[in-house]
T-cell receptor, first 111, second 114 residues
Framework: KQEVTQIPAALSVPEGENLVLNCSFTDSAIYNLQWFRQDPGKGLTSLLLIQSSQREQTSGRLNASLDKSSGRSTLYIAASQPGDSATYLCAVSSNTGKLIFGQGTTLQVKP | DTAVSQTPKYLVTQMGNDKSIKCEQNLGHDTMYWYKQDSKKFLKIMFSYNNKELIINETVPNRFSPKSPDKAHLNLHINSLELGDSAVYFC?????????????FGPGTRLTVT
């Protein structure tokens, strides 16, 4: 049974710092991995999707990596800003499109 | 333009009632999903429909019945509501069921059962 774990559960950093969020999964037979952002009281916004054959994806200040064999992914946020404060969710997909989510990392970036 | 919309945004009701949540997507996607986010913010899939056909049906009480009148709509009907049904329910869609397609989420419906 696939399980997804995100560490840390919460993170507080000063503005401008580079940071890394971690995601691990127990079954390496994934189709892809998605990183989402969730603001309080809002829905999820897709940030990056990494296909199982890819090693990383980049979008602006965000870079996500995937090591399928070790069951790990990281989301790197460069030069963090207060507007980056949100909960970041990692989810792995099976070939049926079913997403299995981690518990999320709640990030606070202090001005 | 809203891509995935849900109504209502908030729903407060008493135990034993029957209620429905509606979802619509204007993205032309084939596949739609319902997820439940509990009080600990954990998101779990409930159902998935592909071109109006049920694809995924997780271990969900049969009080929950999804209905897809067309591929742009996936509604969730809940009978005999219980306190434990209180949660935020998210609808999502993707272009296809299989393949590397992102899922787009609606804003959520916060259901409170008293």
């Amino acid at each position: 049974k696939q399980e997804v774990t995100q560490i840390p559960a919460a993170l507080s950093v000063p503005e401008g710092e580079n940071l890394v969020l971690n995601c691990s999964f127990t079954d390496s037979a994934i189709y892809n991995l998605q990183w989402f952002r969730q603001d309080p009281g809002k829905g999820l916004t897709s940030l990056l999707l990494i296909q199982s054959s890819q090693r990383e994806q980049t979008s602006g200040r965000l870079n996500a990596s995937l090591d399928k064999s070790s069951g790990r992914s990281t989301l790197y946020i460069a030069a963090s800003q207060p507007g980056d404060s949100a909960t970041y969710l990692c989810a792995v997909s099976s070939n049926t499109g079913k997403l299995i989510f981690g518990q999320g990392t709640t990030l606070q970036v202090k001005p | 333009d809203t891509a995935v919309s849900q109504t209502p945004k908030y729903l407060v009701t008493q135990m034993g009632n029957d209620k429905s949540i509606k979802c619509e997507q204007n993205l032309g996607h084939d596949t739609m999903y319902w997820y439940k986010q509990d009080s600990k913010k954990f998101l779990k899939i409930m159902f998935s429909y592909n071109n109006k056909e049920l694809i995924i049906n997780e271990t969900v009480p049969n009080r929950f019945s999804p209905k897809s009148p067309d591929k742009a709509h996936l509604n969730l009907h809940i009978n005999s509501l219980e306190l434990g049904d209180s949660a935020v329910y998210f609808c999502a869609s993707s272009l296809r069921q299989t393949g590397n397609y992102e899922q787009y989420f609606g804003p959520g419906t916060r259901l409170t059962v008293t």
